[in-house]
């Protein structure tokens, strides 16, 4: 089975917009054991996307199509599938309602061009969007099948994942099963990290061990492993994972979906412990990482951003001189233990750019963690990168920090 | 004159990186006034590298391939192109010496496989590269033309700038000047806005009118002008912006690189106020997004992130019964202006689900905007999506309501 991709969209083609999308559709197609061998982008022009579509037709077995579902007079994949499956469009009765119904549960008049998202090609399947507007379509054409999905990734993500995969493993009459497990990584390099287990990526094959670069979200080892059943193939990777465990340790910190936020909040809850932050250059994104955890109201209290020195003073109670410094961090932890009513705290207090300040150099971050019953802990570290990438690793930095504190108590 | 994009490498299609490059060449040949139409990913396999280049060459003039010039055996791109040109490789002895020299630089032995990089088709010209061990090349087949150039992306921005973009002008014999502005909005669908504006779109061409939704961004108006000249492309922009500005009015927020979040700040500056947030369901993301903003010092006192009831009203002073209310998220504008010294405050207090909170249903979400000597302004939406969306639209709403707020006080 092979399934090809095509983006739609002029303004891929003009760069002012990154195609992830073809990049996360080889991803899963790749982990669903289906071959992918030609991405390709065309603007949103009918002829050349019809004459893309044909031309891949003519090598894979199957198409996703992404984008050009949108309601505007520039969305032209649904005229461009009926093209070349040689049919009419129909407006389908059933879409106008429930396209109606989605602009009537956010209070809005449905604009007449979202009638234009009705219209499907005679013959081909809806598939339904349950994040959005934009029904997708799947038309068979000549023993071959061509899905249409949105560009919106995470309209996009939702029905590839309940729809387009299942649909092509049923087609391909699945005979191997992939599972694949990433283990989540924090505080080495990425070749660092390759020296530490070369042995074991050299003596092994199934699993597979492959390293995904994530930035701030950390670097994952993925193992990758095939057989008969999930049964065996969680029995191969379960193996790996082990040795994998055994040399690095607590270098991982999370596992496939888990991440370090949820992680650390799982950790607090086990103790019974509530969760504060102080925050000074990330300005919120401590707290704002916390909070995207359903069930975070458990433990987490909420976070104090003490932008601003007086901030810092009147809020937290902050006396320290400079505010770049562990004094200052310290007491930002241990006021937010107190003005928050938490157990546990976390503080970060830097320099995030572009200038310097109190004398200290761009990328100086100072790492506070209160526990209760401890001395408070603090770390120094000097971050490199932009703005943006100091207040970023500044984050989950200091998260990581509380995972190995919480990690090392009785 | 037409160059269509050839990315190459199995990790593209594999999704394990994605590919920025055809994004930033397509924004080059753009800028350049060059049409390009369609951009491919293969996988580094020869015959299918060959035959996207012959299927390229029917309808474009030019092509740049990225990738597939590295000394490893997988690399291809020199033998794609041996095999469209019809001709053989030679190896070129000044390249021998050159990369050899590029070692010696860096203290390395050369190993064996580096002299591959020396093979070039014969009759090709090769683009030198001032980053890189790996040379470009230039074959021209049958009046047209195919540049190879690094997947590394600052060897090969370095070599499309210096080299590819100079070259295609020179051939397509005339040069033409391209200038973009982004108009974005926040209020209106895009199916809304295009047929607020769709007699413009269809009385234009030049500038071109293009959409572009950026999800939490907003929906951006993008013009796009040709001319001879930059004054006279900037004149046909500026013509047309004023006559968007005439129907969208309020709904554009922002120009090409500001943002809400800089907007907002620069309107508390320009009257003397600091600003401050209180958070809810948002975590400290409203205050992530403004301290993200450089000089945000100057304005940005910081934003209490009361995530646990108990913090809303023992930090904020929060006496409403329901914390899902208007009450509540004006007590807690009020608390903010107090706690942290501020003029200006924005508050948000919602339901992100995934559960039902105090009998509101997900997605119920009150803004609260209280400026210096107006009653505390307050509005409730209900949002639509997951609790990742429920938070980045609260964000970015609460943020324009402040906007629109501040636009329209005396």
Known sequence: MRCDVLAIGTELLLGQIIDTNSA???????????????????????????????????????????????????DVTREALAAVAGV???????????????????????????????DIPEGAQVIPNAMGTAPGVMAEIDGKVIYAVPGVPYEMHAMVKDFVIPDLLERAGLRSVIVSRSLKTWGASESGLAEMIAQLVD?????????????????????TAKAASVAEAQSLIAAEEAELRAILGDLIFAVDDETMESVVLRACAERGWSLGVAESLTGGLIGARLANIPGASETFRGSIASYATEVKRSVLGVTS??????????????????????????AVTGVAGPDEQDGQPVGTVWFGVAVPGFATETVATRLPGDRERIRQFSTISVLNLLRLRLNSLP
């Open 203 to 223: 003596d092994q094959s199934n699993p597979s061990i492959a390293f995904l670069a994530r930035g701030i979200e950390g670097l994952y080892v993925r193992l």
């Open 24 to 74: 996360w559709l080889g991803e899963q197609l790749a982990e669903a054991g289906i071959d992918s061998y030609d991405h390709r982008k065309v603007g949103d022009n009918l002829d050349r996307m019809v004459a893309s579509l044909k031309d891949l037709l003519a090598n894979a077995d199957a198409i996703v199509v992404c984008g050009g579902l949108g309601p505007t007079p520039d």
């Open 321 to 346: 001189d400079s505010v770049i410094s562990a004094e200052c961090v310290s007491q930002m932890a241990e006021g937010a233990q107190r003005v928050l009513g938490c157990d546990v705290a976390v």
């Open 88 to 118: 009419r469009l129909e407006r389908r009765e059933e879409l106008v309602e429930s396209i109606a119904a989605m602009f009537g549960t956010r209070g809005r008049d449905m604009p007449a061009n979202n009638l234009r998202q009705a």
